[in-house]
């Protein structure tokens, strides 16, 4: 057993125990606990803004973290964890939380827009961050600061659904767990003036890869705001911070006994753009920091 299996089966071990005993500051308190995908420094972070939401809302209930790195490893931590309240950043940690515990309330908070019809019919409340609008947000983002006059590409899961106006505006470069390295590999042979990265790519390959590769050939890239912290050019995407906020409102009327709770949308949205990436590729972000965006540092 590896030792980051063993921590996360103690971290479980130990929220069941305190609960048990009563030991938290508030009587009978939810143990509660972030599943996240995002990596375990994004993780925490997520974790941090939710604790201090429930601690306003009068929750002083800890968040337990677990940040499984693969769907199998996802199914195992939510296996593990008893009673309580589960959080989740994808839908597809949503789906396999759900088939491994069918009771426990589940809050996703960064869900795909495709999957709303299916998460409501298993139960599973929280907000829909992934749309087809922000592939098309992030185009007209790329294309205030950059010359784009050949095809955008895509970067996909291969068998992810795409609405008619992305397939309209962008080719798709469908990408699997075996076929990431050798897309990434023809970039600067595909002829593209641009290169747009889905959420979905984030579970076959780093986002610092894609952005490194992006980079070497010379094309101009955006994705959501983790794809640029990690040296991309461009980030959009929901403010992930405000829907852990709200996720914390949610889990407070979840666990007050509401049952009517829905999918919601974002309220507010993030720009960030990379400024080494945009020394890289001689580009100025300027106009992307007068529409409210930020500068990611040098890294």
């Known amino acids: 057993m590896s030792a980051r299996c063993v921590r996360r089966r103690l971290l479980f071990a130990f929220g069941a125990w305190v609960l048990a005993r009563g030991g938290?500051?508030?009587?009978?308190?939810?143990?509660?606990?972030?599943?996240?995908?995002s990596g375990r420094q994004a993780?925490?972070?997520?974790?941090?803004?939710?604790?201090?939401?429930?601690?306003?809302?009068?929750?002083?209930?800890?968040?337990?973290?677990?940040?499984?790195a693969t769907p199998r490893a996802m199914r195992q931590a939510a296996r593990g964890f008893a009673g309580g309240l589960l959080f989740v950043d994808t839908s597809e940690a949503a789906l396999a939380a759900r088939a491994m515990q069918a009771r426990t309330p589940i809050i996703g908070v960064e869900l795909r827009d495709a999957e709303a019809r299916q998460l409501t019919r298993r139960g599973i409340a929280g907000f829909t961050a992934s749309t087809p609008e922000l592939a098309l947000k992030r185009l007209d983002?790329?294309?205030?600061?950059?010359?784009?006059?050949?095809?955008?590409?895509?970067?996909?899961?291969?068998?992810?659904?795409?609405?008619?106006?992305?397939?309209?505006?962008?080719?798709?470069?469908?990408?699997?767990?075996?076929?990431?390295?050798?897309?990434?590999?023809?970039?600067?042979?595909?002829?593209?003036?641009?290169?747009?990265?889905?959420?979905?790519?984030?579970?076959?390959?780093?986002?610092?890869a894609v952005a490194e590769h992006s980079l070497s050939a010379g094309i101009p890239s955006a994705g959501d705001v983790g794809y640029a912290e990690a040296g991309g050019l461009i980030g959009y995407a929901p403010d992930a911070d405000d829907l852990y906020r709200r996720a914390a409102v949610l889990a407070q009327r979840m666990l007050n006994g509401a049952t009517d709770v829905l999918l919601g949308t974002p309220q507010s949205y993030r720009i960030v753009a990379s400024l080494r990436a945009a020394r890289a590729l001689s580009l100025d972000p300027s106009p992307l920091v007068s529409r409210g965006g930020r500068l990611a540092p040098l890294r």
């Open 24 to 37: 938290l500051a508030q009587d009978a308190a939810p143990l509660l606990a972030l599943l996240g995908t």
């Open 43 to 68: 993780d925490e972070r997520h974790a941090s803004v939710l604790r201090a939401a429930l601690e306003s809302l009068g929750y002083s209930a800890p968040v337990l973290i677990s940040s499984p």
């Open 141 to 208: 983002l790329l294309r205030d600061i950059a010359p784009v006059r050949r095809p955008v590409l895509l970067l996909a899961r291969g068998q992810e659904p795409l609405a008619r106006p992305v397939q309209d505006r962008m080719r798709i470069l469908a990408v699997s767990k075996a076929s990431t390295a050798s897309a990434l590999a023809r970039l600067s042979a595909i002829g593209t003036d641009g290169l747009i990265v889905d959420e979905t790519v984030r579970r076959y390959s780093t986002y610092r």
